[in-house]
C-alpha cells in the first residue's frame, strides 16, 4: 500500500512523492501481530459455536468428537501402534492432509502425535469412525509445520477411521466397571524455582460417576518429577489427591514442562496432567 503526498506547484503541476516504505513496514508488523490473535480467537468462536450441535461430545481436556460410526475391535492404548485412514482440514475446510485421498491408510503410534489425537483415538474401537474438533493447544499451538496452510493457534477438524490397533491394545477390564472422574485443576506453574529443590503441589481428582474410581497408574514423563497416586478406590463422590514433586537437576534451567499420565478405570482410561516451573540457578 503506498501512501502519496501530493503538492500543488505554483505552475499547476502536481509532485508526488512515496512515503511508502516505514509505513508498509509498520503495517506487516501489525498484521504479523493481529494474525495470531485473530486466528485464535476465531478458533475459539468456531469450537464454541460447534458444540452446540447435539451430535457433538467434549472431553474434559476440551477435545471435541462426532461418532460417525462405531466397531466392536479393540481400543487402542497411548503408545499402541495403529493403522488409520484420515481427513484433516482447517476450520474452514481446506484440507491439509489426507490419507483418504492419497489412497494410502497410515500406521503410526500414539506416542508419536499431536495430543487430540492420543487422546482422541484411545476412545475408539477398531473399526470405529469418529470426527474430531482439536483445540489448537491438543494440535499443533503456536508452531503449525512450516509449509502447511495451518496457521498458528488454528484448532484442526479430522474425520479419522481406526483400520487396526497393531500392537498394545487396551486390556479390557470387564470385573472393574467404568466410572468418570474429574480434577480440579489440569496444570500447576510452579513460577521461578530453584535447580536442585523439591517442589510440591497437589490434584485433586473426585469419583464423578456411580462405580468406584480405580486409579490404576501415574505416571510422569521424566526422572525430574515424581507423582504419587491413591492406593484405594475412590467411592462415588468422593475424592482423593495426587501429590506431584517437581525435582530439577542441577543445570535443567530456564522453562521446564512436563506431563503426568493418569490411568484409570474412565473411558477415556488416560488423563494427562501438566506441570511447569522455571528453573533458576541455587
Keep these: 500500500m503506498k501512501y502519496l503526498n501530493i503538492t500543488i506547484?505554483?505552475?499547476?503541476?502536481?509532485?508526488?512523492?512515496?512515503?511508502?516504505?516505514?509505513?508498509?513496514?509498520?503495517?506487516?508488523?501489525?498484521i504479523e501481530k493481529e494474525g495470531p490473535a485473530k486466528t485464535k480467537k476465531e478458533g475459539l468462536a468456531f469450537l464454541a459455536e460447534n458444540k452446540k450441535r447435539p451430535e457433538v461430545k467434549i472431553t474434559?481436556?476440551?477435545?471435541?468428537?462426532?461418532?460417525?460410526?462405531?466397531?466392536?475391535?479393540?481400543?487402542?492404548?497411548?503408545?499402541?501402534?495403529v493403522k488409520v485412514h484420515y481427513h484433516g482440514t482447517t476450520p474452514a475446510g481446506d484440507v491439509f492432509d489426507s490419507s483418504v485421498d492419497r489412497g494410502q491408510p497410515s500406521e503410526f503410534g500414539l506416542n508419536q502425535v499431536i495430543k487430540g489425537w492420543t487422546e482422541g483415538l484411545q476412545l475408539m474401537r477398531a473399526g470405529s469412525k469418529y470426527k474430531f474438533f482439536i483445540p489448537?493447544?491438543?494440535?499443533?499451538?503456536?508452531?503449525?509445520?512450516?509449509?502447511?496452510?495451518?496457521?498458528?493457534?488454528?484448532?484442526?477438524?479430522?474425520?479419522?477411521?481406526?483400520?487396526?490397533?497393531?500392537?498394545?491394545?487396551?486390556?479390557?477390564?470387564?470385573?472393574?466397571?467404568?466410572?468418570?472422574?474429574?480434577?480440579?485443576?489440569?496444570?500447576?506453574?510452579?513460577g521461578k524455582v530453584k535447580e536442585d529443590t523439591d517442589n510440591k503441589t497437589f490434584f485433586t481428582v473426585t469419583n464423578t460417576g456411580q462405580n468406584p474410581l480405580v486409579i490404576e497408574s501415574v505416571k510422569a514423563s521424566c526422572g525430574c518429577?515424581?507423582?504419587?497416586?491413591?492406593?484405594?478406590?475412590?467411592?462415588?463422590?468422593?475424592s482423593d489427591k495426587i501429590e506431584v514433586i517437581f525435582h530439577p537437576k542441577v543445570g535443567q534451567l530456564k522453562q521446564q514442562n512436563k506431563t503426568i499420565r493418569v490411568v484409570a478405570n474412565t473411558d477415556p482410561s488416560e488423563t494427562v496432567l501438566n506441570v511447569g516451573a522455571f528453573v533458576e540457578k541455587k
Excluded: W
Excluded at 502536481?14 to 511508502?20: F, G, N, W
Excluded at 494440535?139 to 498458528?152: K, R, V
Excluded at 474425520?159 to 490397533?165: A, I, M, S
Excluded at 470385573?175 to 500447576?188: G, N
Design 60 to 81: 474434559q481436556s476440551g477435545l471435541q468428537y462426532e461418532v460417525i460410526r462405531e466397531g466392536n475391535g479393540p481400543k487402542p492404548g497411548p503408545t499402541s501402534r
Design 225 to 238: 518429577t515424581t507423582p504419587s497416586k491413591p492406593e484405594k478406590p475412590i467411592a462415588p463422590g468422593k
Design 136 to 190: 489448537q493447544e491438543l494440535a499443533y499451538g503456536a508452531n503449525p509445520q512450516p509449509g502447511s496452510i495451518i496457521e498458528p493457534y488454528m484448532p484442526l477438524v479430522f474425520e479419522v477411521e481406526l483400520l487396526e490397533v497393531l500392537t498394545d491394545a487396551q486390556q479390557e477390564k470387564e470385573d472393574v466397571p467404568l466410572t468418570s472422574l474429574k480434577f480440579d485443576k489440569m496444570k500447576h506453574d510452579f
Design 9 to 30: 506547484l505554483s505552475f499547476g503541476l502536481i509532485c508526488i512523492s512515496s512515503c511508502s516504505g516505514d509505513i508498509d513496514s509498520a503495517l506487516n508488523v501489525k
